[in-house]
T-cell receptor
Framework: AQRVTQPEKLLSVFKGAPVELKCNYS??????LFWYVQYSRQRLQLLLR??SRESIKGFTADLNKGETSFHLKKPFAQEEDSAMYYC???????????????FGQGTILTVHP | KAGVTQTPRYLIKTRGQQVTLSCSPI?????VSWYQQTPGQGLQFLFE???????NKGNFPGRFSGRQFSNSRSEMNVSTLELGDSALYLC????????????FGPGTRLTVL
């Protein structure tokens, strides 16, 4: 079985400071990792996929298989980054991509002016 | 493209009743997944449908069921409602290619009295 852990329920930083949201996972196979974000009064939306190795809104995340982590980072936080962030894992069972996502409990990020 | 839509947005039911929730995926998306979101348990996977077939199922009792139609629209049904079924039910659609992200609807807020 797979599991995703986000150790921080709340994270507060000041505008312009670096931010790192932690995500650790346990899964015996080769996972696909995602970060989802939910802004106030908006729906859950995809922020990053590890397979794309992209930077979205200044955020990056690197999959570290040795440490089983997928931390989300941004060098200079902005007030509009305040939101709930979820790390999610999709298991690859026998090479077939099914839609089940296992989510962490989420981290509420608050960026103060 | 229009996003994932869910109806109704809010529902109030009493214990013992049954309820049907509806989800219309993004045009062209053939995979639909359902999740239950509660403050205590977070986001939990219910099931996934692809081309009218259930491909994956989470750890929920048999009172929770679903189906998918030929146009990819999906419904989930909860019979014999319990107070603990009060939650936000999210639907997500996916194109179906490996590692494609899921796009979430706004959710249906179910309250069981």
């Amino acid at each position: 079985a797979q599991r995703v852990t986000q150790p921080e329920k709340l994270l507060s930083v000041f505008k312009g400071a670096p931010v790192e949201l932690k995500c650790n996972y346990s899964y015996s196979g080769s996972p696909e990792l995602f970060w989802y974000v939910q802004y106030s009064r908006q729906r859950l939306q995809l922020l990053l996929r590890h397979i794309s190795r992209e930077s979205i809104k200044g955020f990056t995340a690197d999959l570290n298989k040795g440490e089983t982590s997928f931390h989300l980072k941004k060098p200079f936080a902005q007030e509009e980054d305040s939101a709930m962030y979820y790390c999610a894992l999709k298991a690859n069972a026998g090479g077939t991509s099914y839609g089940k996502l296992t989510f962490g409990q989420g981290t509420i990020l608050t960026v103060h002016p | 493209k229009a996003g994932v839509t869910q109806t109704p947005r809010y529902l109030i039911k009493t214990r013992g009743q049954q309820v049907t929730l509806s989800c219309s995926p993004i045009s062209g998306h053939r995979s639909v997944s359902w999740y239950q979101q509660t403050p205590g348990q977070g986001l939990q996977f219910l099931f996934e449908y692809f081309s009218e077939t259930q491909r994956n199922k989470g750890n929920f009792p048999g009172r929770f069921s679903g189906r998918q139609f030929s146009n990819s629209r999906s419904e989930m049904n909860v019979s014999t409602l319990e107070l603990g079924d009060s939650a936000l039910y999210l639907c997500a659609s996916r194109a179906g290619q490996p590692a494609s992200g899921q796009f979430f609807g706004p959710g249906t807020r179910l309250t069981v009295l």
